[in-house]
């Protein structure tokens, strides 16, 4: 058998009316881009993350940038955030002119680690960037005290976790802004490139809608601006899926409680948590070898037999050869877990589309994996 990692053929099969509708109105209403489908789907995802505002944008990058200069956040600035996510959360920081201030991730969750956080705050601080990795909120209560102690902003950067929800709040509710990319591999994705910000920040919204289409908000006036919009084209598939999302992702927290009790007694690995009162979404379901010398190891044993199984983010930010960009970059603390994150980790064939002998064909080979391991 073969499992692939994302079903994206079998999602578009199953809503294709839904999606080649959509895209035929844009089609032939001649508006493409900043036309009725972005202001429809914007409306929609507000709509969906109970918030005033969205802005549909270039992508995921462009929104943490954008929010960033939106905030006035710039060069001699200091953003908090962790170093095992994808390279675009610091990128988008250094993109803004600031400098991007790593602290290590909790152990369990992988998401930011609250209590690192006041260690790393200093004058220059101005914002903290917590990531919803694999599809969990990070401690948006504790995150925000601390911001409001300080004086802070908060700007989420949500591309992995559309839908998902902490123990009392849910995404946007307890930053200034929250941002997300609409890649195709993301719990809502499209055919391409896109992303989005929401908020409840007027002066946030106003500016990013200017800064996106070229500093203008009315035709042929411009002031200092960039070409960030998300086209009609996206918008009219993520109109069509967003309907499906907490389907869809009931169906992620279905294979992911499949997985788990498929594997649990595993020797050699760890397998992921969901912390309680939370609703994780499941964008990855990431195991974690005991001894990260064995990962790649295993990740090979698994791809030999079929098994589509990719690593996520096994190479920390501070470790990359894009760090730090501008020289614009600190580390306080150990990182210990971030690193040990990167090293180890493994990420299972994740969609909601998977079937349950695909789920257990993958359960068999980790456990068969695990099972030789002396």
Known sequence: MKVEFYG??????????EIDQNIQTVLESSQYVMGPMLKKFEGELAAYH????????????????????????????????????????????????????????????????????????????????PVHLYGQCADMKAIRKIADKHKLYVIED?????????DGFKIAELSDAATTSFIIQKNLGTFGDSGALVTNNEKIDTTVRKLRNHGSNARNVH??????RLDDLHAGVLSAKLKHIDAWNDNRRKWS?????GLKGAKNFTLPTEKPGYRHVWHL????????????????????????????????????????WGKGARIV?????????AASCISLPMFPELREDEVDYVVSKCMEWDGAQK
């Open 333 to 341: 603390g150990s990182v210990e877990n971030a690193e040990r994150n």
């Open 257 to 261: 409680a499949r997985y788990t009790a």
């Open 8 to 17: 994206h053929v079998r999602q578009y099969h199953n809503i294709k009316s």
């Open 285 to 324: 379901y990431v195991i974690e070898t005991k001894n990260p010398a064995a990962r790649d190891g295993f990740l090979k044993f698994l791809n030999d037999n079929g098994v589509d199984a990719k690593t996520h983010y096994s190479i920390a930010i501070h470790k990359q050869a894009g760090y730090p």
């Open 50 to 129: 109970g918030t005033k505002y969205a802005i549909g944008l270039a992508n995921g990058t462009d929104a943490i940038w954008l929010a960033l200069m939106a905030l006035g956040i710039g060069q001699g600035d200091e953003v908090i955030t962790h170093p095992n996510t994808f390279f675009a959360t610091a990128e988008g920081i250094w993109i803004a002119g600031a400098t991007a201030v790593f602290v290590d991730c909790d152990p369990v969750t992988k998401c930011i680690d609250p209590s690192k956080i006041e260690a790393a705050i200093t004058p220059k601080t101005k914002a903290i960037i």
């Open 223 to 228: 002031s200092f601006g960039f070409n960030s």
């Open 158 to 166: 949500n591309a992995q976790a559309i839908g998902a929800k902490g």
